[in-house]
């Protein structure tokens, strides 16, 4: 993968036509490139980044310091902040 802050290779749009194939691996390996047409930079190709699978193990790591939760700090700002009475009933029960 490319690294942050690189540099981006220019290609032109004949060369991009001609070697597609190389282009098309790096985009795979998450490289960018500046297409250029007479020389003047025409449009940035960049990869689209798909989701992945994360292992249990690496989410895990993301929480790594976060505080701990507590559920009735949560519970009571939720009663604070939400209304959960409804004002008209819009599903009325014939009687």
Same mark, same amino acid.
């Given at each position: 993968?490319? *690294?942050?802050?690189?540099?981006?290779?220019?290609?032109?749009?004949?060369?991009? +036509?001609?070697?597609?194939?190389?282009?098309?691996?790096?985009?795979?390996?998450?490289?960018?490139?500046?297409?250029?047409?007479?020389?003047?930079?025409?449009?940035?190709?960049?990869?689209?980044?798909?989701?992945?699978?994360?292992?249990? *193990?690496?989410?895990?790591?993301?929480?790594?310091?976060?505080? *701990?939760?507590?559920?009735?700090?949560?519970?009571?700002?939720?009663?604070?902040? +939400?209304?959960?009475?409804? *004002?008209?009933?819009?599903?009325?029960?014939?009687?």
């Amino acid at each position: 993968m490319a *690294a942050p802050g690189k540099i981006p290779p220019e290609v032109s749009v004949r060369a991009f +036509v001609n070697d597609s194939g190389r282009i098309t691996r790096g985009l795979r390996d998450g490289e960018r490139f500046v297409l250029t047409l007479n020389g003047e930079p025409l449009a940035d190709v960049i990869p689209i980044h798909r989701s992945r699978f994360v292992s249990t *193990a690496r989410a895990q790591q993301s929480f790594v310091g976060v505080p *701990a939760l507590d559920a009735d700090d949560l519970r009571r700002d939720l009663d604070a902040m +939400v209304d959960d009475e409804l *004002a008209d009933d819009p599903w009325p029960v014939d009687e």
